[in-house]
């Protein structure tokens, strides 16, 4: 049988009344439809629960039986009614995000700042990786979405512009890049450069844009804070985004501008075709 909250309510109301009229008036129903609702909840379990005459009402032993489960999946749809509502209204919940660690570090935090300070109830976790295992968190359901520099358009994932990226040179304030009054992809050519690694999509988009300008790669390193201390020691130059520039505010760096053709680096929004975001992860969106 298919059992309605209305039914269970009613059952409650009169295992804790114990008259019909008071049940009745408890559930706001007339007595006649009370009545019915219970003589439907009987017949639907094959079972009568309930003893009565014109002055007494009592559980029956299958009553008693019935009143335990009753109360337990009342309250667990009560619960559920309750996470439901908190859900809605941002008061509970749970994000998973996976994006670039360059807009982890330095984008972000002020990002979850705004939105924690908004919805203290909503758990958040970041990861914070390269764009193919962001891309591998969302198809994989651990992230609800993703910012990466990938366009992962698939029959399973969807991938929109979020904001696109221009590089700069980073040196020393003494290098001899500094004075000049513009830069052609050739003078990187002619000093030794600080590589990130090959899967970053800095890598990617830089060589994609140089191509064939070949580069005096010194080393490859994993991090951007790495490339920043090679750097600054003089071992050599680098190119990396805008929204990395934060790693390069240091005292004897000096950061400008690289209007090269074609060196933009588009960052996607990624999330799954089928599978509607969460209130909060929404929120967070």
């Known amino acids: 049988m298919n059992l309605s909250s209305r039914q269970l309510d009613a059952f409650l109301a ?3 009344e114990r008259s019909f009229t008071r049940a009745a008036e408890q559930c706001h129903l007339s007595q006649p439809a009370f009545s019915a609702l219970i003589r439907t909840l009987e017949e639907g379990l094959g079972v009568r629960l309930f003893d009565r005459s014109t002055r007494h009402v009592a559980l029956t032993d299958e009553g008693r039986h019935f009143l335990d489960a009753a109360r337990r999946i009342r309250t667990e749809i009560d619960a559920a009614l309750d996470a439901a509502r908190d859900s809605a209204q941002l008061r509970r919940g749970r994000v998973s ?3 670039l660690p360059s807009l982890a570090a330095g984008w972000l935090p002020q990002v979850l700042a705004e939105f924690r300070a908004a919805h203290p109830g909503i758990e958040l976790e ?3 990786v390269l764009s193919e295992p962001c891309i591998a968190r969302v198809a994989g359901g651990s992230a609800d979405f993703a910012l990466a520099a990938i366009r992962a358009d698939t029959p399973q994932l969807q991938a929109e512009p ?3 990226d221009d590089f700069h040179l980073v040196c020393r304030d003494d290098h001899p890049l500094v004075r000049r009054r513009r830069l052609a992809a050739a003078d990187l050519g002619d000093w030794p450069f600080i590589h990130l690694a090959r899967t970053s999509s800095v890598r990617q988009y830089l060589e994609a844009a140089l191509h064939p300008q070949p580069l005096r790669t010194l080393m490859e390193v994993e991090q951007l804070a790495t490339v920043m201390g090679m750097v600054r ?8 985004p805008t929204l ?3 790693h390069f505010q240091q005292p004897g760096l000096h950061t400008r501008p690289l209007p090269l053709p074609g060196l933009s680096r588009q960052v996607y929004l990624v999330r799954r075709r089928d599978r509607s975001l969460s209130p909060a992860a929404q929120a967070l969106l």
Request: aromatic share 8%.
């Open 14 to 16: 009169l295992a804790t």
């Open 97 to 99: 995000l996976a994006l």
């Open 126 to 128: 970041i990861a914070d």
């Open 162 to 164: 979020f904001c696109s």
């Open 233 to 240: 020691a003089g071992l050599g130059i680098s190119v990396v």
């Open 244 to 246: 990395t520039l934060f």
